[in-house]
Nanobody, 126 residues
Framework: QVQLVESGGGLVQAGGSLRLSCAAS????????MGWFRQAPGKEREFVSA????????YYADSVKGRFTISRDNAKNTVYLQMNSLKPEDTAVYYC???????????????????WGQGTQVTVSS
């Protein structure tokens, strides 16, 4: 069983920055692919970013490419999402997820993730 706890959400003005953190339980965090997804009201949960187990491969949705950066610290069992140049359309609940049997080919697929955090709200005002 893996537990994920997100933090760092909040209210920010357009153009501002936030850094989300996701702390994971379990001794084999370094073997998991980790992803960030988001869900806005009335919309489906969508992929935002993912990072491979060693941190060498990272992926981004086109909508956040160049503005968001994913990273991980395996010594701290934590994955981060640095969000810069935030836009009102980035407003959503952001979820951290863990894929405990990852493959490079499926890291952007929501259904491949096994464990999810409770989510943290990000609100960007115009």
């Amino acid at each position: 069983q893996v537990q994920l706890v997100e933090s760092g959400g909040g209210l920010v003005q357009a153009g501002g920055s936030l850094r989300l953190s996701c702390a994971a339980s379990g001794p084999t965090f370094s073997s998991y692919a980790m992803g960030w997804f988001r869900q806005a009201p009335g919309k489906e949960r969508e992929f935002v970013s993912a990072i491979a187990w060693k941190g060498g491969n990272t992926y981004y949705a086109d909508s956040v490419k160049g503005r968001f950066t994913i990273s991980r610290d395996n010594a701290k069992n934590t994955v981060y999402l640095q969000m810069n140049s935030l836009k009102p359309e980035d407003t959503a609940v952001y979820y951290c997820a863990a894929d405990v049997r990852p493959t490079i080919a499926t890291m952007t697929f929501k259904d491949e993730y096994d464990y999810w955090g409770q989510g943290t709200q990000v609100t960007v005002s115009s």
